[in-house]
């Protein structure tokens, strides 16, 4: 006489399925710290690629823009896309158009020059503040960005912002929270950068 075949009591399945449920949870938190280091290399990555189109618009302009993101005018009102960038890079979390600085999800940018007009004839955007909210606040990046303040250090001595270049504020602090605002934040979350 032949024995029934015997399936998996509901218990053993159940047993299974909280340890896969158990395992893919732990999978999912580690990949969510990778996701965020990912995102953050992608910002640096960008803000380096910024700053090497800023230096050839420098070098063809002998001024900066006063907005990286303006696709139409004459230095320093035309921006660095289409003629030095293909399109220029925003937050690899933004899902807005970018049109200037102050828009969330855009890299933020601010031209200095001598006074807050900023034109090509009698005061020309002579440096800038370039930065990147970032998602981890431990990273590398911490000890290899400038942390320009809105006190007057680095790129501030002698310049004011343009005023025509982005929406709202004319400096960002370099430890500010998501680079916005004028006030140091701990930890630093904001990767900025200068020439």
């Avoid at 990555?45 to 005018?73: C, F, H, R, W």
């Avoid at 009698?122 to 930065?131: A, D, E, I, M, S």
């Avoid at 320009?148 to 001595?157: F, I, L, N, R």
Wanted: charged share 15%.
């Amino acid at each position: 006489m032949r024995k029934a075949a015997r399936g998996f009591t509901l218990i053993e399945l159940l047993v299974v399925i909280a340890i896969i449920g158990l395992l893919m949870t732990i999978i999912m938190v580690s990949l969510g710290g990778a996701k965020a280091k990912s995102r953050d290399a992608k910002r640096q990555a960008d803000l380096k690629n910024i700053q090497l189109a800023l230096a050839v618009y420098y070098n063809e302009n002998g001024m900066y823009p006063k907005n990286i993101y303006s696709t139409s005018g004459v230095a320093p009102s035309n921006g660095l896309s289409p003629n030095y960038l293909p399109v220029v890079p925003k937050d690899p979390n933004g899902s807005a158009t970018c049109t200037d600085s102050g828009v969330a999800g855009c890299y933020k940018y601010i031209a200095y020059g001598t006074n807050s007009i900023c034109n090509n004839s009698t005061n020309p955007p002579f440096t800038y503040h370039l930065g990147a909210a970032m998602e981890d606040t431990n990273g590398a990046w911490v000890s290899q960005d400038i942390d320009a303040d809105t006190g007057g250090t680095y790129v501030y001595t002698g310049y004011v912002g343009c005023t025509t270049a982005v929406t709202g504020a004319q400096v960002f602090n370099g430890n500010a929270t998501g680079c916005s605002g004028s006030t140091a934040a701990n930890p630093d979350a904001c990767y900025d950068v200068a020439p």
